[in-house]
């Protein structure tokens, strides 16, 4: 058993290129959301506010752009190791697709070997890659559980998603510190026994 904490840093770093055409078209729509609300898209705070915010949409949703399975592909190793393999507390930060407002939190994936291992970051980096798009929780939890399933074929995949979502903390019923859980598990995790180890270990201090 094997756990680490924040890998996912890295994911972070990637880009700082954006597209001139699209940050072009995108900050003119910006705009006039802005003109929209009532406020004055030329007024000296807000001049630049358009191309930031298309700027920072661009990298919030960089996920479309990057192919998980080619991320785990790319460091597939062969090794008899047969015991649950557990990455936990990566940070993820998502953006709800009804109210294109931030939920954030942590993911812990665990996976049972069949023979192949992934590196330890790739599965960092493949939350990173469905959290960077507009989702649900639901959806996501589920879209990390099959990418890993399908890739590396392993005995059985946990995913436990905790997360705050800010459309429920700053509108609606203002529920300031719920937190959602999501889960899905395959084969092996279908059993209780393995599916409680992986929880104690998910919940114990230690990491
Ligand atoms: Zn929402």
Do not use: W
Request: hydrophobic share 40%; aromatic share 8%; net charge neutral.
């Amino acid at each position: 058993m094997c756990s680490i904490k924040h890998e996912n840093a890295k994911g972070y770093e990637r880009i700082d290129q954006f597209n001139e055409e699209i940050t072009s078209d995108l900050s003119a729509h910006y705009a006039k959301i802005l003109e929209l609300i009532g406020e004055n898209p030329e007024r000296d705070g807000l001049n630049k506010t358009p191309e930031r915010v298309a700027k920072a949409m661009q990298f919030l949703l960089q996920g479309y752009k990057m192919d998980p399975v080619e991320i785990l592909k790319s460091a597939m190793f062969k090794e008899d190791y047969r015991q649950m393999v557990i990455v936990k507390d990566i940070e993820i930060y998502s953006m709800c697709e009804h109210h294109l407002l931030p939920f954030f939190g942590k993911a812990h994936v665990a996976y049972i070997p069949n023979g192949t291992i992934t590196g330890l970051s790739k599965i960092a980096r493949v939350v990173d890659v469905f959290a960077r798009r507009l989702q649900v929780q639901e959806r996501l939890t589920l879209q990390i559980k099959e990418c890993i399933q399908e890739t590396l074929q392993p005995l059985g995949v946990a995913v436990v998603i905790e997360a705050q979502h800010l459309c429920m903390q700053m509108r609606g019923i203002q529920k300031q510190y719920s937190i959602t859980t999501t889960s899905d598990f395959t084969g092996a995790f279908q059993k209780e026994a393995t599916r409680e180890e992986f929880i104690n270990l998910i919940s114990s201090k230690l990491s």
